[in-house]
């Protein structure tokens, strides 16, 4: 297993690339189920839950190629600047042509929880789906119930038999359903399911996120009705096909989050580019806030910090509140601000799994319940460290940043997830990281 060596401390300088969103190019690519044409998808982040997205499509049926040639993963260690690599792919999907699974196997689901979109896509396509249950994961229970219910709302008939849900419907019906909490990937299912349904489908209590809304943009580029996509309610008009697109993915910004507080957390000057100010407002706001100087303008966001770090509390909450993905990596922050933070986590119940490993590099955090008390500024110090999940990971690299000495972070492969090529975008930018290859 890869691990992270990180020297510090340092302080990060530059410009750095935000690739394509992992969490609106899963739902794209699960949404190329539906098409009876060729997709391409541009912006396809190299990150590890692409592969297995595209090994779940191929399981059922959809081909996928690179157009651009583009190595799609994470390679090991190299010194190339962040442009040169991001790795980021052109991907066209053929539609499947003969029979094949309407499936996401367990096998594939353990690793990748949101291979559960291809729920809907299937269903409405196939008229039948069998998706393994995703079980608990590291953050939280994370039930599908409300995916479910929506399905069924359209009239699917859904069973839970051996650990999988089979749904199946001949044609799904449009209906009404209010969602009992916003869901990203719920939303995301259900509506993509409605885009084939007879007639009006109205969701409401949606899930609001900007990767809901573009991948609304990729289904209407397909040939779907849809309205209100990125508001509370939406309204779908069900279509008789859905062909192909060509569709760029929204830019990631909690990767582009995630390098912005890098900067502030080393006293830097960070331009991210390829990312919208306007998805990041909440996080933006903190930083101005803990005495950060925030710049934006077209496509582009800046942070740079020289002076002292406020302490600024957070409640994570579905959009437009402060996103959960950033939770982790607002943390190590706030453990060099001077004073008192209070971290509330209202999305998932288990997301402090970080806690306990800066506390190893020194932090000072208490916690009880949801709610995470930071007291800084801590002078945190390199240590052994061991990565729990994905934004987790990242906490540990910005905190192996900050801190003097060498920090090894373990179990990179949360990481690869969802970051593209991070060391060498750290490189980049000045950041003292290697990859060690594990066996
Ligand atoms: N929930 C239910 N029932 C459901 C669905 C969700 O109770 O049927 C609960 C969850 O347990 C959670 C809350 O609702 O407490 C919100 O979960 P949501 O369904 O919105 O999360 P998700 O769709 O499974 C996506 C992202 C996550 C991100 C969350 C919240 C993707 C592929 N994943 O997950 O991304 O944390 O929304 O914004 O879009 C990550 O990238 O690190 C990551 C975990």
Redesign the pocket.
């Known amino acids: 297993m890869d691990r992270f060596r990180v020297v510090g401390p340092n302080r990060l300088e530059g410009r750095v690339r935000a690739a394509g969103a ?2 609106a190019a ?2 794209a690519l699960a949404a190329t189920l539906l098409a009876d044409a060729p997709v391409v998808l541009r912006g396809v982040p190299g990150v590890a839950d692409m592969r297995t997205m595209r090994r779940l499509l191929a399981h059922d049926g959809v081909r996928s190629a690179e157009l651009n040639g583009s190595p799609l993963g994470v390679s090991g260690a190299g010194g190339a600047a962040a442009a040169a690599v991001a790795g980021e792919s052109v991907l066209e999907l053929q539609p499947s042509t003969g029979p094949a699974p309407d499936e996401a196997p367990y096998e594939l689901v353990k690793t990748m ?2 291979s559960v ?1 291809v729920l809907g896509p299937l269903l409405a396509r196939r008229g039948h789906a069998r998706v393994s249950l995703p079980g608990g994961c590291a ?11 929506g399905l069924e709302a359209l009239g699917a008939t859904v069973e839970l038999t051996a650990g999988y849900v089979e749904a199946r419907a001949q044609r799904l019906t449009g209906a009404h359903f209010r969602f ?9 299912n259900v509506m993509m399911a409605a885009t084939l349904a007879r007639g009006t489908t109205v969701l409401e209590n949606c ?1 609001r ?1 900007p ?1 809901v809304e573009d991948l609304a943009r990729l289904l209407v580029a397909m040939g779907a009705s849809i309205e209100g996509a990125g508001e509370d309610r939406i309204t779908i008009e069900g279509v008789e096909r859905l062909g192909g697109a060509d569709h760029t993915i929204l830019p990631d910004r ?1 990767e582009g989050g995630t390098y912005l507080i890098a900067a502030a957390a080393t006293g830097g000057d960070v331009t991210v580019d390829n990312l919208d100010a306007e998805h990041l407002a909440p996080l933006l706001e903190k930083l101005a806030g803990a005495g950060a100087v925030v710049e934006s303008g077209p496509g582009w966001v800046r942070v740079r910090r020289d002076g002292e770090l406020l302490p600024r509390d957070i409640v994570t909450a ?2 437009p509140g402060f ?3 950033l939770q982790a990596q607002y943390m190590a922050l706030m453990t060099q601000a001077r004073g008192h933070a209070a971290i509330c986590e209202t ?3 288990n997301r402090f799994q970080h806690v306990p490993e800066l506390a190893r590099m020194g932090a000072s955090i208490s916690v009880e319940g949801n709610l995470a008390k930071v007291t800084g500024p801590t002078r945190l110090s390199g240590a052994k460290v061991m990565a729990t ?3 987790a990971s990242a906490c540990l690299v910005l905190a192996g940043l900050v801190a003097g000495g060498e920090t090894m972070i373990d179990r990179i492969y949360h990481l690869d997830r ?1 970051y593209e090529a991070m060391e060498r975008k750290l490189q980049s930018l000045g950041g003292r990281v290697e990859r060690i290859a594990g066996p």
Request: zero cysteines; charged letters at 25%; hydrophobic letters at 35%.
């Open positions: 992992k969490n899963l739902p929880r949101a979109l953050i939280g229970v994370r039930p599908i119930d409300q995916h479910l219910a009992a909490l916003p869901t990203v990937t719920g939303t995301e899930a996120e990767e909690i579905p959009h996103p959960t993905d999305v998932f119940e999940d994905l934004r969802g």
